[in-house]
């Protein structure tokens, strides 16, 4: 079985400053993959940071790099140096390699301001 | 380069009548996904297809069937439509099933917004 939590409904930042988007885990596979997904308000899904279970350097991708604790079983995306853009909800998702079975958390909505 | 096409955009049902979502992806892709979304929420897991000729349920299977008629087809049946039925659904397909190509993006179709009245 497979369980994603996202504890932050809202989270705001100002403009140029980090901020730690959470995400815990539940599975029971010995395998997955952890996936962070960005929407903004037109609604597509945007795709940001792949980490491995079995990864032992945390992921980056630019401003993203992705906090992988596994025996906490937790996630969390650091977005660094925020920008107007990133405004939008952010998704955090886990893939079970055994099955395929792909599930999201209900979300985190970001607002950065000036 | 079309990625995956679904059909329609929007719908309108009444409580009780039945619709079919049909997605395609050409990207020879193996697994499929059938995702919906409600207002200010999360993507949830309808059912989901990892290979041509096999379906699994998902997190909110309850009131869907699904076909998945050939490797770029996974078409989702509401058979009787209910209000809480009224979302929006997503189709996705990924590679993730050949074992390699995890550090890749679910592709996305556009979303069928679907209304219940």
């Known amino acids: 079985a497979q369980k994603i939590t996202q504890t932050q409904p809202g989270m ?31 609604g597509e899904m945007i795709f940001l940071i792949y980490q491995g279970s079995y990864d032992e350097q945390n992921a980056t991708e630019g401003r993203y790099s992705l906090n992988f604790q596994k025996a906490r079983k937790s996630a969390n995306l650091v977005i660094s140096a925020s920008q107007l853009g990133d405004s939008a909800m952010y998704f955090c998702a886990i893939l079970s390699y055994n099955t395929d079975k792909l599930i999201f958390g209900t979300g985190t909505r970001l607002q950065v301001f000036p | 380069n079309a990625g995956v096409t679904q059909t ?53 299977p309850n009131g869907y069937n699904v076909s998945r008629l050939n490797k770029r087809e ?41 209304t219940v009245t």
């Open chain 1, 12 to 42: 705001f930042v100002q403009e140029k400053e980090a901020v730690t988007l959470d995400c815990t885990y539940d599975t029971s596979d010995q395998s997955y993959g952890l996936f962070w997904y960005k929407q903004p308000s037109s």
């Open chain 2, 8 to 60: 329609p955009k929007f719908q309108v049902l009444k409580t009780g009548q039945s619709m079919t979502l049909q997605c395609a992806q050409d990207m020879n892709h193996n697994s499929m996904y059938w995702y919906r979304q409600d207002p200010g929420m999360g993507l949830r897991l309808i059912y989901y297809s990892a290979s041509e000729g096999t379906t699994d349920k998902g997190e909110v």
């Open chain 2, 74 to 114: 996974f078409s989702l049946r509401l058979e009787s439509a209910a209000p809480s039925q009224t979302s929006v659904y997503f189709c996705a397909s990924s590679d993730y099933s050949t074992g390699s190509g995890y550090n890749s993006p679910l592709h996305f179709g556009n979303g069928t917004r679907l």
